[in-house]
């Protein structure tokens, strides 16, 4: 099954913690997989960022909730216990348990920043409650962001000065830690008898090895002939690496061919250039920065 947002672990949840009066969330985690069923990829598929499965974090926002609203409680650190108001929630044999239902206690709506008319039975209860946790809104908010300027640096790349993509290309091995610096690192060819070759950079920053470059401008997809070009020329200049960039796409044929071949040449497709661009910083500044800080379990002591 799909793996369910935070408000629907939110009364398994509570409902455990009343089995069993004190429960380590370790091992909450581990029942509630069991729960709904999920296999072991579901278990540790990540979020966007990478940094935590996606299951543990709505399981940690669901007792984030909890507690907030005081219906569960931390008798030490790592362990979880139902509360005499959690139990009355329980009683009640609510069929769910979501933010509207913890609405109805001061401590959740004060955790929540929210006003008296943003109440359950306020004016704006019709709105509909998100089934993300903050942080994955936040990581899904940070990817559309990215996507968006990928787009725009793509087709900024585009409408720029093919003497200028040569040099982009080379600005951003560079970064990318190939060499050094772009003094002693690359040298943009692009001109007349480079024979298919548009620069080359420094494998080191002692330069035991070089990689030559290919840099495409281009709309089309890039097919196999166009590659099999820049080997020849690979292999005019004894050269064993190699690295095809271009604004567009490659065929089928064209991965293939590369990928079979005994010279190592690398496809990166204009998508990938994007995002490399803004991982290393190449034609994009920093707009805002913001810090994303959790507790320190290493720092604190065990009780």
Do not use: C
Not at 1 to 14: E, F, N, R, V
């Amino acid at each position: 099954m799909a793996i369910p947002d935070y408000q629907s672990i939110m009364l398994p949840l509570l409902e455990l913690a009343g089995e069993q009066k004190t429960l380590q969330f370790r091992e909450a985690v581990n029942l509630l997989a069991q729960h709904f069923a999920l296999t072991d990829d579901e278990v540790r598929r990540p979020l966007p960022s990478g940094q935590r499965s996606t299951f543990y974090d709505r399981v940690s926002w669901a007792r984030t909730y909890l507690k907030k609203a005081g219906l569960l409680e931390s008798p030490k650190r790592g362990w979880l216990r139902i509360t005499e108001r959690g139990s009355s929630v329980l009683g009640m044999k609510p069929p769910k348990i979501d933010n509207k239902l913890l609405d109805q206690f001061e401590e959740f709506r004060d955790f929540r920043g929210r006003t008296p008319s943003s109440r359950p039975d306020g004016p704006r209860s019709r709105r509909k409650v998100p089934e993300d946790t903050p942080k994955e809104t936040l990581e899904k908010s940070y990817a559309t962001l990215r996507e968006a300027l990928a787009t725009d640096l793509l087709q900024t790349v585009m409408e720029s000065p093919s003497w200028f993509f040569e040099r982009l290309v080379v600005d951003l091995l560079v970064r990318m830690g190939y060499g050094g610096s772009l003094q002693e690192a690359g040298e943009v060819v692009g001109r007349s008898g480079d024979e298919g070759i548009d620069g080359i950079i420094k494998e080191d920053r002692l330069g035991l090895d070089v990689i030559y470059i290919q840099a495409k401008r281009w709309e089309g997809v890039v097919s196999r002939p166009e590659i099999q070009k820049f080997v020849g020329a690979l292999q005019g200049k004894r050269a064993r690496k190699g690295i095809f960039i271009t604004t567009s796409t490659f065929s089928e044929g064209a991965k293939d061919y590369a990928a079979n071949i005994e010279t190592t040449v690398i496809l990166i497709e204009g998508t990938r250039l994007a995002q490399l661009m803004i991982d290393y910083g190449v034609g994009v500044t920093t707009e805002a920065s913001y810090e994303l800080k959790r507790i320190d379990s290493d720092y604190f002591p065990e009780e």
